[in-house]
């Protein structure tokens, strides 16, 4: 980590300071926010649990007070009176034990807005006697029905009879019921302040051991039957208040309170990010901060990258400048700061570094010229012996045809070789004097030589390349590869690919081991390093500072089994 650290520039390792202690002071900001967030979702959730809690405990109450106004209707005397006569009553004193019980029955209904009707059915009596309808000729059907319905519903407190919601109370003579039916809407009403003012919410009612369900039609069933699902699974657990419960990509809060006197449970949920809404400014805080951490950063970055990156990365570019070319405009040194010094010696030492440059070139230069004029003249006395000897065997042997052409290859060969007025010449005529050559010393070999040689393009004809480039190469073929070979076979390829020149020589001789294989690629990797001044090694150099590093020649091993040498030429710029 330090070392990659180490390696950055300057400009980089201010920014990665600088951020990094934003970052501190960032953090920090995060954390005491998410603390002061964390605070307020306890007290906003406290603030629910309180209200759930309230409204549970106040509807608790209006229930227990209902049920025991229920029951107290067992010991009034007009109903004992009432049941005790039976049908046998009649006249005056029916009508009078008929309105002291209705009286009853109004006091019981306007006792609380949750009962929406309540009445009384006795069994010695033909008839019931409710709030909304008085008396009603009933011959002991309902007393059957709520019989069959209390027995059917065992310990359940709430019964659920023909779609409504009913408290069914039998005396302890079992000859008198009471029932009490509950307005669900009112039952609603009175806990639904619980979530007011919330959009995404809800309360309901759940009878588990019956499965009554108690709610509104804005009640969303899917969450209602997810809390319920949750509800069911954790049966047998202790139950906690309130528990979060997750649908369609959204968080509720859960609340929980038993209505023992209902038998029932009330459920509440809100949509958390409503239950939080009054946190936004908090977001909006931590956003603007946010912001201003982006901004200063930009800025930092953009004073540093102005006042110091610049001039250096200046600096560097023109280093890089200089080392593939040392025609470069002077730095303007009218700056402030520690910047003009540096710049005003970057021009001194360009300065400097171009006369060295050029010195250096023409020194370079007038030595190329040197080797290659050494080249030139440097004629192989084995080679033209051996080539007169030749004339003089074919003379012998009366072969004028060879004669002939082996007296016309070496005039044109030695023409070539000791012309000395131009450097670079065109391929087609280095080309030439190259397949002269082999053809001079196929005859010498009495044709012991096959070489085969590509034809030239135009396109490839009129390249210009330095002279004597391709001789010396085919030169050390015939020296060290058909010496002493029984059947010598060269061939000579010729490939143009714009930009790139590449000719490549191969041979099939037996003498190239691998580890002189190895030691020739290494000396043509860096020939300007080696003593030698004439042969592939002069060659390879010539070609590396005429055309650059990528231009030379390359060694590997031929598939005709010998060396195969490719010479590549990149015409920079075309």
């Known amino acids: 980590m330090f070392k990659l650290f180490r390696e950055l520039q300057v400009y980089q390792k201010m920014i990665m300071i600088f951020v990094l202690m934003l970052s501190l002071f960032y953090l920090v900001s995060i954390i005491l926010t998410n603390y002061g967030k964390k605070n307020l979702e306890e007290q906003y959730l406290d603030s629910v649990l309180s209200k759930a809690s309230f409204y549970g405990d106040l509807l608790d109450n209006q229930i227990y007070y209902i049920r025991t106004r229920q029951l107290q209707l067992f010991s009034n005397s007009d109903v004992k009176k009432l049941s005790f006569l039976g049908d046998q009553v009649s006249g005056y004193e029916e009508v009078a034990l008929l309105n002291g019980i209705k009286e009853n029955l109004n006091n019981l209904n306007n006792a609380s807005d949750l009962i929406a009707n309540n009445g009384i059915v006795m069994e010695t009596y033909s008839r019931v006697l409710s709030f909304d309808h008085g008396w009603i000729k009933d011959n002991g059907k309902t007393w059957n029905q709520l019989n069959k319905e209390i027995d059917q519903n065992g310990q359940n407190v709430l019964t659920n009879y023909q779609g409504k919601f009913y408290f069914i109370a039998l005396d302890k003579s079992e000859s008198i019921l009471s029932y009490i039916e509950l307005s669900k809407s009112r039952l609603l009403a009175n806990v639904s302040n619980i979530v007011e003012g919330k959009k995404d919410a809800g309360v309901f009612l759940v009878d588990h051991s019956q499965d009554l369900i108690i709610s509104d039609g804005n009640l969303r069933n899917a969450i209602r039957q997810e809390i319920i699902k949750r509800e069911t699974s954790d049966e047998g657990e202790q139950k906690p208040e309130t528990f979060i419960v997750k649908k369609d990509h959204a968080s509720y809060q859960v609340t929980r309170n038993e209505i023992n006197d209902l038998g029932m449970t009330l459920y509440t949920y809100i949509n958390r990010e409503e239950l939080t809404e009054e946190m936004s400014h908090l977001s909006v805080g931590f956003l603007l901060l946010t912001v201003v951490f982006l901004i200063i950063s930009v800025l930092f970055s953009w004073s540093i990258n102005r006042m110091i990156h610049q001039p250096l990365n200046k600096l560097v570019s023109l280093f890089k400048t200089y080392q593939e070319n040392s025609q470069t405009a002077p730095l303007d040194s009218n700056r402030e700061g520690e910047f003009s010094y540096l710049y005003s010696s970057f021009n001194d030492m360009a300065e400097r570094l171009d006369q060295s440059i050029k010195e250096n070139y023409q020194q370079k230069l007038a030595v190329q010229k040197s080797e290659l004029k050494q080249l030139q003249s440097q004629i192989n006395p084995h080679f033209l012996y051996n080539s007169f000897y030749s004339i003089y065997r074919l003379s012998k042997m009366e072969d004028v045809q060879q004669v002939a052409v082996l007296s016309q290859k070496l005039a044109s060969y030695y023409q070539f070789i000791t012309k000395n007025s131009q450097d670079e010449v065109e ?84 003498s190239l081991t691998d580890e002189k294989l190895s030691v020739l690629q290494q000396r043509l990797r860096n020939p300007e390093r080696e003593e030698e001044t004439t042969g592939m090694l002069n060659v390879s150099t010539r070609l590396k500072l005429r055309y650059g590093n990528e231009s030379g020649l390359y060694a590997e091993r031929s598939h005709l089994g010998g060396l195969k040498i490719e010479m590549k030429i990149v015409y920079q710029g075309g």
């Open 427 to 510: 391929f087609a005529k280095e080309y030439k004097h190259a397949l002269d050559y082999c053809d001079i010393q196929k005859i010498r070999f009495s044709n012991r030589i096959d070489f085969q040689a590509s034809t030239l393009n135009d396109d490839v004809k009129s390249l210009i390349v330095p002279r004597l480039i391709l001789q010396p190469v085919i030169e050390n073929v015939f020296e060290h590869a058909f010496e002493n070979s029984r059947k010598g076979i060269m061939h000579i390829t010729v490939t143009y690919e714009q930009p790139v020149l590449v000719v490549t020589i191969e041979d099939n001789g037996d």
